[in-house]
């Protein structure tokens, strides 16, 4: 067997899943040459939660942020990460919409595409695998593994069949909760070989501490690539370290080579980057916990939980609102928990948790089970749809969630011109789905805005908001965050403005 | 093949790896019983730095600890862990010593000894096993491993024959810088299977993320037992925790069944232990990290080594410091990092790179050298040799370092019952070992001490010792704690007697 390769990480799930999407592109210019010259079969460095990162928090342009890693490094194959007909949100777009989006993407150099559907659900794979393959670029249908009595790796195989008789040029398994246990990974990758015949990719996470035995298992499987990451941007909730992968296949026939100079080089500058982004960074991430076994929650997700519960003044209730989580997941037909997905279910068992079970029922939970999102893995459960019916009087749809949609395009891009912006295909699909801080980053700067990080000695002061009630409430404009100092004593304070 | 066993570490290598050996006896008991019903092998409660800490900063008596434990937790076997010839300390002891040492231990309920040599040196370990199977106890010869130009499997599974033929009941392969490639592992095991015949235990550490995929690969090429440790006390520079190594198992045929309740029990009570402990652990041992890879420094000694570079204002030459030791090992002839090797190759290290190399020789380093340890694994460097001789006159020793050892034991009565102290073996070894800390413990009370952790509502006010320079001062009196409140204003203070 061929030694397996490794794609990189770095550049995106690394910092997503350690520091909250907060690398700039500044911070990874300067080891994007090193990069490209490692040997790495791919360098994962956009999608995902970037582009909203780069839109809310970093005023940053995302496409010109692909655009400058191209030119950096240029001959490592760069993958992004798609929500298939979510594209980077969170809801359904039209086909049309999709369509802009992968080919800017394309033109703007992405190689490699990423797909996957939170539900499993094909059918809203199709409208992006037909165009990455009309732009001539690399499909890789992904299978998001999660665990479930609906969840076998039978089930798991045919779609993976699924994805190949759609046009798919290699096959992933994501598993982003990093709960695959080695000897399922071994089944899942020897089975996908046999049956469906397209190169592997396992994409996993050390969230629980499974991550790199489940590597080593796939490897052993013959899986063609396993996706690595660089310390301190690696292990925990992100994916294995790269050196400690190569120190795990010591003397193993699939071992590949690197130059271990170079691995310490960019280790030493990413430890530099990572002091940088401490305020996004927390040992509660770097730390495996397997606490994830059992509720079956994405690294990603429990972070930003951590930190949502504490707002709700719920920090002391994590412990029942991930095993309410379980529940909800079962009520909604064992659906994944992945972007966006993991979000839904997370507010759903916060609000059953806060106000008791389906009393409050978030609309996106009732969207999942009314099949607006697409066919959940398994059954909805019938209380839950005749409390929703009793509620709105909606039931559950038939088709495909995104035959309900009409074209967007035109309108959109009458809405930028309308706004004096441009109105190519980029800043159509960024404005369809960042509206406002799609406008923000064309809007004139204001002289003396202060640049993330640096403190500021005279913050604007906000309107208080009406006290409670509001903290559930959707956020519809961007999250101000101010370091206080007053006479000496620091504190910090965030304004968002809601529905 | 039969289900893998699990010995459980929290109450010895767990903490001592994680929050530097400070769990007191009253933090255990509440746990010992329940670890006693989960069908753990065995239990390492005691020996390594546990003697230590219990005399020097917590002031309790170590054997009072394990006749504790042993009635807490009767029906498990526990285990101990001995230096050979050097007891639980840094330097050789006279046979008679730690003849008494294994008879008290064995004495206050012992069940099974790992009793290892720094060097491999089989001579040291002789005394200890002889004792051991004298007492009718389990003796578990342990290969330090390492890796060095020296250390090959084959050479390892001769030194397992040779614990065999001295009496051992067992193997352990003790992989205390957690550096072992699954691999090797797996190699290691199935060669001692084949050639020694004896059950066979793999202890590691998860320090640079090999750990919990090395006990796998031992798994498969049929270990008897692994050991794992509870969250949070596991994981990181200690041992994996039980619960995550179950969910690597999964779908192996070799899984042991465990109640997963009563484990989400235990972590839930030493996540409250941990915290306590707060002021002993740190986020450098929790996280995995591969550098270790490189220096093959065991975890606990990193994590003590980072503060002791800091006492020494040298907190920015860790990497200067970890690549010299290399460089010693090799000139020390390979020899292992373990307790004492590991301090003592480590301070020369740090006095090589403060004074230039071999400007100042370090008393200890020259003794491994001159043999006085035992026979290093390889060759020792001439040059370094010249040097010693040229400044002390002193060359290598031939025979067993303790045959120089005249016996003690009736001098150590001698002394203790001078100074009006007990004179029976237990306090004849704690006093052979640890005279101050010993005495101390049995010194007469002051009146007003307060308990650690308990708040006082008035200190007694501490004389303030002399500014900076005390620093690396050798602690002879226990650590008092105390917690503050002036005015609402909490806070923390501790005073030390220092040599």
Redesign the interface.
């Known amino acids: 067997m061929k030694p397996v390769q490794f794609n990189n990480t770095v550049l995106r799930d690394g910092h997503q899943s350690l520091a909250a999407t907060r690398m700039t592109t500044a911070q990874m210019l300067p080891a994007a040459a090193i990069l490209d010259e490692m040997g790495f079969s791919g360098l994962e460095t956009w999608g995902g939660a970037t582009i909203d990162s780069c839109l809310r928090f970093l005023g940053e342009n995302p496409f010109d942020r692909l655009r400058a890693l191209k030119k950096a490094a240029p001959k490592t194959p760069q993958l992004m990460l798609l929500r298939g007909q979510n594209i980077v949100q969170y809801t359904s777009f039209p086909d049309d919409v999709v369509e802009a989006f992968v080919r800017a993407d394309a033109a703007a150099g992405q190689d490699i595409f990423r797909i996957f559907d939170a539900l499993n659900d094909t059918r809203n794979l199709t409208t992006a695998i037909k165009t990455v393959k009309a732009c001539g670029k690399h499909a890789r249908g992904e299978i998001c593994y999660t665990t479930s009595p609906v969840h076998t790796v039978e089930a798991f195989v045919k779609m993976g069949s699924a994805l190949r008789d759609l046009g798919c040029d290699s096959i992933g398994i994501k598993d982003m909760s990093g ?1 695959i ?4 990974a071994y ?1 899942m990758v020897a089975q996908l070989r046999k049956k469906v015949g397209l190169p592997i990719t396992l994409h996993t996470h ?1 969230t ?3 991550g ?2 489940a590597y ?1 298992a796939a490897i052993d499987a013959g899986v063609d690539i396993v996706e690595t990451s660089i ?2 941007f690696a ?2 909730t992100a994916q ?2 790269t ?2 992968m190569l ?6 026939e699939r071992c590949p080579k690197f130059d271990l100079k170079k691995l ?1 080089e960019l280790r030493e500058y990413f430890t530099g980057v990572y002091k940088e982004l401490s305020k996004f960074t927390s ?1 509660d991430n ?5 606490d994830t ?2 509720y079956q929650v994405p690294g990603g997700m429990l972070s930003n939980f951590r930190n949502q519960l504490k707002e709700q003044n719920m920090g002391d209730k994590l412990q029942e609102v991930m095993a309410e989580i379980f529940f909800v997941r079962e009520a909604l037909g064992w659906i994944p928990l992945v972007t966006p997905t993991s979000q839904i279910v997370g507010t759903q068992a916060m609000l059953n948790v806060k106000f008791g079970r389906w009393k409050t029922i978030a609309p996106a939970a009732a969207d999942i089970a009314l099949n607006k999102y697409g066919r959940p893995p398994g059954t909805v459960d019938a209380e839950l749809l005749k409390l929703i019916f009793e509620r709105t009087g909606a039931k559950p749809i038939e088709g495909r969630p995104a035959d309900a949609l009409s074209p967007r395009m035109p309108k959109l891009r009458e809405e930028l011109a309308a706004k004096n912006l441009p109105t190519d295909d980029e800043a159509c699909v960024l404005h369809a789905m960042f509206p406002q801080e799609f406008a923000k980053l064309h809007a004139p700067k204001p002289a003396a805005v202060p640049t993330p990080l640096v403190s500021v000695t005279a913050p604007a002061p906000a309107a208080p908001a009406a006290p409670s009630a509001v903290s559930t409430a959707k956020a519809i404009g961007p999250l101000h965050r101010y370091r206080l100092n007053i006479g000496g004593q620091l504190s910090e304070a965030s304004v968002e403005e809601i529905a």
């Open positions: 709960v246990a080695p000897r399922i089944d050390d629980a501490g499974l790199a035995a080593l310390a301190p292990n925990g294995p370290d050196l400690r120190a795990l296949l010591e003397g193993h310490a040992p770097e730390r495996v916990d397997s076994l059992i």
